[in-house]
């Protein structure tokens, strides 16, 4: 037998046993990330469940959006009526050059307005009114209690009501995190996230916390976005202060973004690995 023939046909046998083995691994990895990023796409998409978007399948969101004043709150209480003089006296507190209406206040006004701070017994004090108890109350209830009481010290009061402090902070695996003055009072989870730039590819989008501070006591809400329920859950609509923190994924070391990168390297290690067989295979001839 010829020991040199027998030698170079080991040799391919060995190279050949080797390239199957690389080629088999190869396209195993090759189907693990295909099946993990399609499996994952259920993971990534808001309201995956949600078939029917017509008004009925939506009509179970709660609208409750109203938020009551608790202590600490700091609110801008501004009041406008027919007779000026009347109104020097009743926004003096306020830091406001009373016009003849409310509605004819600056638009620039936020910024010199002082702003009434709801005290630890949930009252503030009011020109004339002295301490009034606020806290409980919504911004519409106290506007309209407030027009009532003032009516004994000026014609046709018009009084406007607003949170100084409405903000909510969005945290964690976001591309934007930090703390957004929300000038409406009124903003969803969704919104908020949208202020805050979205979920990063890392971001854990079943189960969202929420934490919410009411008269001292947090409460703590899980918000699941990949399902139509989270216009049921009672933290789809924020308040005042709330913060909404997004857990990473466990798998964010592995981000789905990168998956074509890896697929580059793998396929570029594979043609070294071809070209250096090639090589060794037209030696031996």
């Given at each position: 037998?010829?020991f040199?023939?027998?030698?170079?046909?080991?040799t391919?046998?060995?190279?050949?046993?080797r390239?199957?083995?690389f080629?088999?691994?190869t396209?195993c990895?090759?189907?693990?990330f295909e099946?993990?990023?399609?499996?994952?796409?259920?993971?990534?998409?808001?309201?995956?469940?949600?078939?029917?978007?017509?008004?009925?399948?939506?009509s179970?969101?709660?609208d409750?959006?109203?938020?009551?004043?608790?202590?600490?709150?700091q609110?801008?209480?501004?009041?406008g009526?027919?007779?000026?003089?009347d109104?020097v006296?009743?926004?003096?507190s306020?830091g406001?050059?009373p016009?003849?209406?409310?509605?004819n206040?600056?638009?620039?006004?936020?910024?010199?307005?002082?702003?009434?701070?709801?005290?630890g017994?949930?009252?503030?004090?009011l020109?004339?009114?002295?301490?009034?108890?606020?806290?409980?109350?919504?911004?519409?209830?106290?506007?309209n209690?407030?027009t009532?009481k003032?009516?004994?010290?000026?014609?046709?009061?018009?009084?406007?009501?607003r949170?100084?402090?409405?903000?909510?902070?969005?945290?964690?695996?976001?591309?934007?995190?930090?703390?957004?003055a929300?000038?409406n009072?009124?903003i969803?989870?969704?919104?908020?996230?949208?202020?805050?730039?979205?979920?990063?590819?890392?971001g854990?989008?079943?189960?969202?916390?929420?934490?919410?501070?009411?008269n001292?006591?947090?409460?703590?809400?899980?918000?699941?976005?990949l399902?139509?329920?989270?216009f049921?859950s009672?933290?789809?609509?924020l308040?005042?202060n709330d913060?909404?923190?997004?857990?990473p994924?466990?798998?964010?070391?592995?981000?789905?973004?990168?998956f074509?990168n890896?697929?580059?390297?793998m396929?570029g290690?594979?043609?070294?690995?071809?070209?250096?067989?090639?090589?060794?295979?037209?030696s031996?001839k």
């Amino acid at each position: 037998m010829n020991f040199t023939a027998f030698s170079d046909y080991e040799t391919k046998q060995c190279i050949s046993s080797r390239l199957k083995y690389f080629i088999k691994m190869t396209a195993c990895l090759f189907f693990f990330f295909e099946i993990t990023s399609c499996t994952g796409s259920r993971k990534m998409v808001y309201l995956y469940d949600l078939k029917d978007t017509s008004t009925g399948s939506l009509s179970k969101a709660k609208d409750v959006f109203e938020t009551p004043i608790q202590k600490n709150d700091q609110l801008s209480i501004l009041v406008g009526g027919s007779n000026v003089e009347d109104l020097v006296a009743l926004n003096s507190s306020s830091g406001i050059i009373p016009g003849n209406s409310a509605a004819n206040l600056p638009s620039n006004l936020g910024a010199a307005v002082l702003g009434y701070l709801v005290e630890g017994d949930g009252t503030i004090k009011l020109p004339y009114l002295d301490k009034i108890k606020v806290e409980g109350l919504t911004r519409l209830e106290l506007e309209n209690e407030l027009t009532e009481k003032f009516k004994a010290y000026t014609k046709n009061p018009v009084v406007n009501v607003r949170f100084l402090n409405y903000r909510v902070s969005v945290m964690g695996a976001v591309n934007k995190p930090g703390t957004f003055a929300i000038p409406n009072e009124r903003i969803t989870i969704l919104e908020a996230l949208g202020l805050a730039g979205d979920l990063s590819i890392t971001g854990k989008r079943n189960n969202v916390l929420v934490v919410r501070e009411y008269n001292g006591v947090r409460n703590f809400g899980r918000v699941n976005l990949l399902s139509k329920e989270i216009f049921n859950s009672p933290y789809f609509y924020l308040k005042t202060n709330d913060v909404v923190y997004v857990e990473p994924t466990a798998s964010s070391f592995l981000p789905r973004e990168r998956f074509p990168n890896y697929m580059t390297l793998m396929a570029g290690s594979l043609s070294v690995v071809l070209t250096i067989i090639n090589i060794i295979l037209l030696s031996k001839k």
